[in-house]
């Protein structure tokens, strides 16, 4: 009975320990543009999962430039190291150009389908567009993430450069990108949301 109990006991020890990955897949602000990788989302993100006990690794699939018709064209690529959970950023570039929002919208939608298929939990960042884009593409462009996260399961987060946007000392000389301080910031704030992704499975 004592050696059932032990063996039960280890079992448990060892099924908690199961290190799991999330695939951070996205552009630029994913891979960490400007600042030193281990300093990069995916990085900051995994050293504070595991300062919490999570047995995490974070895999860095962000590609500075991307849009949303060149992260549809890799991402099954990227799904060869088989993550346990995907964390999709993407569309700020589409949106910098200038690119339909149907557009996004689908490209979007098929990635999402390719993850729902595989049966990988999902956390969708979203992005907000610029007001020089007009009303009617801002409200198109940031209505699709909410509605795509709902209509595909996914955990939403509406905003990934969450309390960095437009804080001079959180982002680096091109106004756009955060520096490692910021992406600090990023991770403090979607954290909840990162947590809530792993309880899907």
Same mark, same amino acid.
């Given at each position: 009975?004592?050696?059932?109990?032990?063996?039960?006991?280890?079992?448990?020890?060892?099924?908690?320990?199961?290190?799991?990955?999330?695939?951070?897949?996205?552009?630029?602000?994913?891979? #960490?543009?400007?600042?030193?990788?281990? =300093? &990069?989302?995916?990085?900051?993100?995994?050293?504070? /999962? @595991? $300062? +919490?006990?999570y047995s995490i690794t974070v895999i860095n699939?962000?590609?500075?430039?991307?849009?949303?018709?060149?992260?549809?064209?890799?991402?099954?690529?990227?799904?060869?190291?088989?993550?346990n959970f995907v964390i999709l950023e993407l569309?700020?570039?589409?949106?910098?150009? #200038?690119?339909?929002?149907?557009?996004? =919208? &689908?490209?979007?939608?098929?990635?999402?389908?390719? /993850? @729902? $298929? +595989?049966?990988?939990?999902?956390?969708?960042?979203?992005?907000?567009?610029?007001?020089?884009?007009?009303?009617?593409?801002?409200?198109?462009?940031?209505?699709?993430?909410?509605?795509?996260?709902?209509?595909?399961?996914?955990?939403?987060?509406?905003?990934?450069?969450?309390?960095?946007?437009?804080?001079?000392?959180?982002?680096?000389?091109?106004?756009?990108?955060?520096?490692?301080?910021?992406?600090?910031?990023?991770?403090?704030?979607?954290?909840?949301?990162?947590?809530?992704?792993?309880?899907?499975?």
């Amino acid at each position: 009975m004592i050696i059932t109990l032990s063996l039960l006991l280890v079992n448990a020890t060892q099924a908690r320990a199961v290190q799991k990955t999330i695939l951070a897949f996205g552009d630029s602000l994913t891979a #960490g543009y400007g600042i030193p990788r281990e =300093r &990069a989302f995916p990085a900051q993100l995994e050293q504070e /999962l @595991q $300062k +919490q006990s999570y047995s995490i690794t974070v895999i860095n699939a962000g590609v500075s430039g991307d849009t949303t018709s060149g992260g549809l064209t890799r991402l099954e690529w990227a799904l060869a190291q088989h993550p346990n959970f995907v964390i999709l950023e993407l569309g700020a570039n589409d949106m910098l150009r #200038g690119i339909d929002p149907a557009i996004t =919208r &689908a490209n979007l939608r098929k990635m999402l389908k390719i /993850l @729902q $298929k +595989q049966k990988i939990p999902v956390l969708l960042a979203g992005m907000k567009a610029t007001p020089n884009l007009g009303p009617a593409f801002l409200t198109s462009y940031q209505k699709m993430y909410q509605t795509l996260a709902k209509e595909y399961d996914a955990v939403y987060y509406p905003f990934f450069l969450e309390g960095t946007a437009l804080q001079t000392n959180l982002i680096q000389d091109d106004g756009l990108h955060p520096n490692a301080a910021g992406v600090a910031v990023i991770v403090q704030h979607i954290l909840p949301s990162v947590k809530k992704l792993l309880e899907k499975k």
